[in-house]
């Protein structure tokens, strides 16, 4: 991807199942969970860069101790610094103290059986610290205290903000984050009071109190009751301060969730690979938490899977995982990043005239490098195909040379541009500062031959088109290629997401600007105004009641009309080659990635009714140039009167 999306954070859970001296006489530290955690936050850094936090709990501290620790940061950095101000507490003993597990579990912070990690990307623009989870609600009762870190969107937080209300609370901050540390923190409190209630006072001292509440502490039932309004895609994590833990997924299985465990530790992470790496486990060790499923510790080591909600009608798992954001070390998602490479060949084919001869075939950036692989192998079948027809229609007519000549062709591959990385373009602004950036890759001189050569460039999608406009376009311009054509592994990017990654605005996308323009072109500014008008009238109305009619401004158009128009915004003056811009069909998506069907920013189908409520209130901010506000703060603005 030309341009870095903000994406869906990433979470990491461990879970010891043995006292920690346990693990200092197996692998030499009882450090072994923190260090774990460390590698799993590491190995998803792709995940965050805008902050980390992790949080732990203690099962054995004592009374005057503390039992729930938390330690966050903000920026790229975020990791190493709360990794560091762990271990800084912890320094603060004596060696012989440290080198002691039993005394470790009784004193040193973060000598705990139980940990979570987050990384975090912001899909709403607030990036103070306050807002970096864990999110921790603190309280005296153990079973009361509840940290909490997901990797979630929800679209109906109004809705979830006026439930707390009408159960007589006072929310103090209209952020999801904290409508849902709020929300379930509530129904904890609830249970832990039904517990409590239920108890023979008189019979029990007040530790022997608390130990049964841990016992009974019923976490299904009260996700259960918790999520009740939920909507939007969501893999949480939370740590009750009793010792209870659990992940749980949306019912869309919109976010990702992965699990294993063992009779030493029970582990969650947000990408299969990242379990399997940390913990040199095979593919078939690593489940996948199933949508609308929970994985529940109690304190007492029992593990168990609960259904929290049932599982839709039709599962829409985010198909962005597969094509750009998780790692592409995954044994499923390797494969099918070569087929959406794979599945572009006949359109490739149309595009270049069938000229293999003067057309060479790169990519751009690096994450689009399995995309490429999987092209190559595409173009070397169709290659091969094609000298297989051409050698039986002249069998007999000829000689060894020219035999030889045809066997001998391939596809021509270069690595035409590489990326230098030392090249820092906010030092500049203005024109210098355009400038400096088409200079942030390096490029093959000598690849193409200039003038005559047609460039092939796979990219693994086209958001924004900023970078292709202002950089990457001039680059490849110096190579001086006949046509430049640009083939995008996904779809064209039409709406805005709201389960996780940052793609709020409808003017950042260049298939919306290119749709708008053709509209404007052809005379057909009703439809615009149409769209607008439809979208005011049911902006009242209940999420399960809206329709998306945005999809209207793309009607008049077939999906090449709007590419060829992506192009045209994409070309400035002194773009010397012809430019053409492919995309992938949602339908070859849906053939390369058959169990990930979420696609609703390409079509436009939301899986949750919160999403055409989304999609709705983003087309009026666009036309009332109004993208400042997130949905969210234009559905809270309008509920107070704004």
């Known amino acids: 991807m030309a ?22 006489k197996k692998y030499g530290t009882w450090q072994y969970g923190l260090n774990k955690l460390y590698l799993l936050m590491e190995k998803q850094h792709n995940r965050g860069q805008e902050g980390a936090g992790l949080g732990a709990v203690k099962l054995e501290a004592t009374p005057g101790n503390e039992y729930i620790f938390r330690e966050r940061a ?11 101000k762990v271990h800084e507490s912890i320094n603060k003993f004596f060696p012989d103290e440290i080198a002691n597990a039993k005394f470790a579990t009784k004193n040193i912070p973060y000598a705990a059986e139980l940990f979570i990690g987050h990384l975090r990307y912001s899909t709403t623009g607030r990036t103070s610290l306050s807002y970096v989870h864990p999110l921790l609600r603190r309280n005296n009762w153990s079973s ?39 929300s379930i923190g509530h129904n904890l409190d609830r249970e832990v009071q039904y517990q409590y209630d239920k108890l023979p006072h008189k019979e029990l001292s007040g530790c022997e109190i608390s130990d049964k509440i841990a016992e009974n502490l019923d976490i299904p039932f009260l996700l259960r009751r918790s999520s009740q309004l939920w909507d939007g895609g969501y893999a949480l994590c939370g740590l009750v301060g009793c010792g209870d833990s659990f992940v749980m997924r949306d019912p869309w299985g919109i976010r990702t969730a ?15 690979p990242v379990i399997q790496t940390a913990f040199n486990l095979t593919k078939h060790d690593v489940k996948e938490l199933q949508p609308g499923e929970a994985l529940i510790v109690k304190r007492n080591g029992t593990i168990k899977t609960s259904q929290i909600q049932e599982p839709k009608e039709e599962i829409t798992p985010c198909s962005f995982e597969r094509i750009y954001f998780s790692r592409g070390s995954d044994y ?37 490098e399995v995309a490429y692989f999987g092209m190559l192998e595409g173009l070397e079948k169709y290659f091969n195909h094609q000298k297989a027809i051409e050698l039986v229609e002249k069998q007999g007519q000829l000689t060894p040379e020219e035999v030889d000549a045809i066997l001998s062709k391939t596809v021509r591959a270069e690595k035409v541009a590489i990326k230098d990385i030392k090249l820092r373009t906010f030092i500049a602004q203005g024109k210098s500062r355009e400038d400096l950036a088409t200079h942030v890759y390096d490029i093959t001189y000598g690849s193409l031959e200039r003038g005559k050569d047609k460039l ?67 005379g057909m500014h009703n439809i615009i105004k149409s769209v607008y008008e439809k979208c005011i009238a ?31 915004l ?19 998506l849906h053939k390369a990635c058959p169990n990930h069907k979420g696609d609703w920013y390409f079509s436009g189908n939301y899986p949750t009714p919160g999403g055409n409520r989304v999609v709705n209130e983003a087309f009026i901010n666009y036309i009332e140039k109004e993208e400042n506000r997130t949905y969210q703060y234009s559905l809270s603005f309008r509920k107070n009167g704004g």
């Open 3 to 24: 341009e870095n999306l903000k994406h869906e954070c990433g979470i990491a859970l461990i879970r010891l199942l043995k006292p920690l001296d346990y693990y200092h």
């Open 74 to 84: 903000l920026g790229s950095g975020a990791i190493t610094e709360v990794f560091e």
């Open 144 to 182: 009361r205290s509840l940290a909490l870190a997901g990797n979630f969107n929800m679209t109906n937080t109004d809705e979830m903000f006026e439930k707390l209300l009408s159960e007589g609370q006072h929310p103090r901050n209209y952020a999801d984050n904290f409508v849902m540390l709020e």
């Open 258 to 272: 992965f699990y294993y465990h063992d009779d030493e530790v029970v582990v969650v992470a947000s990408e299969r």
């Open 332 to 368: 499923d998602i390797y494969r099918e990043r070569k087929k959406l490479g794979e599945l572009l060949i006949p359109k490739i084919v149309e595009t270049i005239d069938g000229d293999f001869d003067n057309t060479v075939f790169s990519f751009i950036p690096n994450t689009a």
């Open 456 to 522: 092939v460039i796979i990219d693994d999608s086209i958001v924004r088109g900023t970078t292709l406009k202002n950089s990457i376009i001039k680059i490849l311009d110096r190579l001086d290629p006949k046509k430049i054509i640009i083939v995008s592994s996904s779809p064209q990017i039409r709406y805005p997401d709201c389960y996780g990654i940052d793609m709020s605005r409808m003017s950042e996308f260049i298939a919306f600007r290119a749709a708008i323009a053709l509209l404007n072109e052809r």
């Open 538 to 568: 049911q902006r009242d109305k209940p999420k399960e009641e809206i329709v998306n009619y945005v999809k209207e401004i793309y009607e008049p158009f077939t999906d090449e009309e709007v590419a060829d128009k992506v192009a045209d």
């Open 570 to 588: 994409l070309i400035t003056p002194d773009i010397k080659a012809e430019v053409k811009i492919v995309y992938q069909k949602i339908e070859d």
